[in-house]
């Protein structure tokens, strides 16, 4: 037998909304806390829709749909503000279909994360220059090759590899790396005033064909708390997203406070799994999980 679809209503701007998006409103309030969004509703007209924004930020914005949907079950497109130069009205940041409250939380949390840190930045911050994430290019090894070495320069405790190894590897090595990085996995570098201040892999995950993982994660520490750590994990989860991965999984030393609070802070959990790393001495590391919705 056919499903009946409820019929779309067309009705002036002061009518009330279908009981399931006053319902929807109430879960997120008690979900996300009464402050965590602002009710910025251009379709009034739709009674099974409604449009939220973040606070600080109104260009930043998920539009909710219940039209058609079994009990739970949400259609929510998020928007960011046009790019410079664009005519758009707004930019396209992915539309999901999406199973319970908590999930729809979660992606309006991560959403609404960057207009609390516009261009990826924080909003408290005095430092004000744009960052510009990029992937890197199959061409790139120099540059690829520049940053490992940086990264395992600055924070010798952080990866599971040493400045000398790296360092002993041939030229093949890095333009095999580069390349698989542009093709099969994905590099993302964040450029503040002119030069490359930080960067992180996103993975093929091997023993979980439908996830990724987030790896390699490094900021230049005279850039750090700027939000370019954040920035540049967004960077990893929106190409994670755009694979159809269902989760990114990372390992984190446990002996990194800071990064575990930039992986918690972007919603990743622990999944209580643990391990060690080979370095210059071994350390304990525990993996993270964020779960993707599905598109
Ligand atoms: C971890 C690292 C990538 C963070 O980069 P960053 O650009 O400073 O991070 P962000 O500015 O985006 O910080 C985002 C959030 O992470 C948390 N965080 C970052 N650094 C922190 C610190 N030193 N102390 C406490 N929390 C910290 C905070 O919650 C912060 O949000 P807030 O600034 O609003 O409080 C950077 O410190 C680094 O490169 N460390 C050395 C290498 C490393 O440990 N890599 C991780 C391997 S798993």
Redesign the pocket.
Same mark, same amino acid.
């Given at each position: 037998m056919a499903q009946t679809q409820p019929k779309r209503r067309t009705v002036d701007a002061n009518a009330s909304k279908d009981p399931s998006i006053i319902r929807l409103l109430d879960a997120l309030k008690a979900s996300l806390g009464p402050h965590a969004f602002d009710i910025v509703d251009h379709w009034k007209s739709d009674l099974f829709a409604v449009g939220i924004a973040c606070p600080n930020n109104h260009g930043v914005l998920a539009y909710m749909s219940t039209y058609g949907q079994p009990d739970g079950r949400y259609s929510v497109s998020l928007e960011l503000p046009p790019q410079p130069g664009d005519d758009a009205p707004y930019t396209d940041a992915g539309k999901y279909e999406v199973q319970g409250i908590e999930a729809l939380s979660e992606v309006i949390r991560r959403h609404f994360q960057r207009g609390n =840190?516009p261009q990826?930045l #924080?909003n408290?911050s005095a430092h004000t220059a744009p960052v510009q994430i990029q992937r890197t290019l199959a061409t790139e090894h120099t540059l690829v090759r520049k940053l490992r070495l940086a990264?395992l320069r600055? +924070?010798p405790d +952080?990866?599971g590899e040493t400045l000398n190894d790296a360092m002993e590897r041939p030229d093949e090595y890095w333009i095999e790396l580069t390349d698989s990085l542009a093709k099969k996995h994905a590099m993302f570098t964040a450029t503040v005033e002119g030069a490359v201040r930080?960067s992180v892999f996103g993975i093929r995950d091997d023993r979980n064909p439908n996830g990724g993982r987030l790896?390699?994660?490094?900021?230049?520490?005279a *850039?750090?708390?700027?939000? @370019?750590? @954040? +920035? /540049? /994990?967004e960077a990893v989860v929106d190409w994670a997203t755009s694979q159809g991965f269902d989760a990114v999984r @990372?390992?984190? #030393?446990v002996h990194?406070? =800071? +990064?575990k609070?930039? *992986? @918690?802070?972007a919603s990743f959990k622990p999944t209580g799994i643990t391990s060690v790393a080979e370095s210059t001495s071994p350390f304990e590391i525990e993996e993270m999980i964020l779960t993707l919705p599905s598109a």
């Open positions: =840190r990826g #924080p408290n990264a600055d +924070a +952080a990866f930080g790896g390699g994660m490094w900021v230049d520490s *850039y750090r708390r700027r939000g @370019l750590g @954040l +920035a /540049l /994990l @990372l390992w984190v #030393p990194s406070p =800071r +990064a609070s930039l *992986y @918690l802070k």
